[in-house]
Structure formats: C-alpha cells, structure tokens
C-alpha cells in the first residue's frame, strides 16, 4: 500500500516552527511587539496596507504551549484530511480557513492583536466533522461520543482569556462553504453551485462591512506600540517603507505626523 506523506501538513508545521525561532532568536518572543513584527494580525497595519497579514496571522504563535498544541492538531487533522482530500484541495481549505478567520476578526472585532492558525485548523475540524456526516460514521456511538466531546471542549476554549471566538467562528464558516466547494456531496453539482453562490454573497458581505469598519477608534490607537515596532523593522527593512508606513498610519489615526516626526528624529 503506498503511503500518503502530508506534505502540506509537514510544510506548514515547518514554517510555524522556523518564524516562531526566529522571534526567539530576535529576542522578541512571547512580546506584543515580536508578534506584529513577525506577521500577526493587526488591524493599523492591514489598513496600512500589509494585506498579507491576513494569512501571515497563521504562522505566528504567543508562545511555546500555543505553538505545540496548535501543531498536534494541526498534525492530527492533516494527517487524516490531506491524503483524503489530495494536496491542493487541502492547501486551499487550511489557507481560505485562516484568511477566513482573519477576516471575520477585521469586520467584527476593533483593534486587536491575534496569532495563531487556529481559524484554520477551526476549517479543518469543520470538514472533518462534515465528512463523517457523510460517510455515516457519527451513526458509531464511540465516534459519536468522541465528536461530541470534542466539540464541547472546543466551545468551552473559546470562553478562555485571550481567546478570539470570533476567529475561531469565521474559520469554522470558511472551512464549512469550503468543504462544501471543494468536496461536493454525491448529490452533484447543483449544491456545489449553490454553495458557491452563497460563498461568494459571504465574500460581498465581508467585503462591504470590510469597509465600513476600515478604521481605527480614537480610543484603540497605540502610537507607542506601532513607533516600537517600525523602529525595529527598520533594522531590516528600507527607510523609504518605515516612512511610507509611518505617513500611512498617521493618516489612519488622524495624528497628523507624530509617528513620522518620532521615526525621523530617531534617525537623527
């Protein structure tokens, strides 16, 4: 029989591990300040325009415990999933579940800080859940039970300190209209396309109140925080990007030049 190596799984696992060595190794792990610098979400530097941030958001852990364990299901779903579902097809789910998640979090929630591909693995969960639907296995009391179970300790989680239930939502709905995209039922393509359609009036919606709620609240503008870290991206990156960062999030906040006056007098 030959075997199915995950390799997207074994990948993505990699990267995760690598960027969270490199904070460690840049001395800014576990800090606020090491997480926006490595990619997380953050909503001043998305409107600033790093829209890769939301998927970057995926790569960048809190800490060891959240890496390990967000690795072990990583690793328990893709090694069941990725060999089903064929590399792309799983590629698409875990990365459309994570940008799915961050995107839930840009239109419900203000300015706040997240890492973690938990809104991925929240998509991965979903169609593993909806795959033994189909397949009648949840008609197995143990399977039942077991899913059950999981599923109550994943909604207890989400009333844990610092945990965004919003992204976990948004990846959980991103993985469902995904699955169902992806990996039509045996009742053809006629509810692939209407769930296409309903994906894509998803996609409008989150895109108008997207824009609605492209700002930032007066009360929720961290100057200190965004001057820290262009300060230290520019030990790595050009001047001419830190200024254009710098004059963006000015606008963004309405305060006029503070953070490019700040970045300026510090390089004098």
């Excluded at 190794?25 to 610098?37: E, F, K, P, Y």
């Excluded at 940008?99 to 938990?118: C, D, K, P, T």
């Excluded at 593993?128 to 909604?155: E, H, P, W």
């Excluded at 039922?185 to 692939?192: H, L, V």
Aim: hydrophobic residues 50%; contains cysteine.
């Amino acid at each position: 029989m030959k075997k199915h190596i995950p390799y997207v799984t074994y990948g993505v696992g990699i990267l995760c591990v690598v960027i969270y060595a490199l904070q460690w190794g840049a001395g800014c792990a576990d800090t606020s300040n090491g997480m926006i610098l490595f990619g997380a979400y953050y909503k001043p530097f998305i409107l600033a325009g790093e829209y890769w941030r939301f998927l970057s958001v995926g790569l960048v852990h809190a800490n060891i415990w959240h890496l390990l364990i967000n690795m072990m299901s990583l690793y328990a779903l893709g090694k069941a999933l990725e060999p089903y579902m064929k590399r792309w097809k799983y590629l698409v789910l875990l990365v459309g579940s994570t940008v799915g998640s961050a995107a839930f979090l840009f239109v419900v929630q203000g300015n706040v800080l997240a890492v973690g591909i938990s809104g991925g693995l929240y998509g991965l969960m979903t169609t593993y859940f909806i795959l033994l639907y189909r397949s009648g296995g949840l008609k197995d009391a143990r399977v039942r039970n077991i899913m059950i179970s999981t599923l109550l300790m994943n909604l207890l989680i989400n009333f844990m300190p610092g945990v965004s239930w919003v992204a976990h939502l948004g990846g959980a709905i991103a993985g469902f209209f995904l699955t169902e995209i992806l990996l039509p039922d045996i009742d053809g393509k006629k509810k692939q396309r209407d769930y296409a359609v309903a994906g894509m009036a998803l996609l409008i919606a989150l895109g108008y109140f997207g824009y609605q709620n492209a700002y930032i609240p007066s009360n929720q503008a961290y100057l200190y925080t965004d001057y820290m870290v262009l300060s230290e991206e520019a030990k790595y990156v050009p001047a001419s990007y830190i200024q254009k960062m710098a004059k963006r999030l000015d606008a963004i906040y309405d305060s006029n030049t503070i953070l490019q006056d700040a970045l300026t007098n510090q390089e004098a």
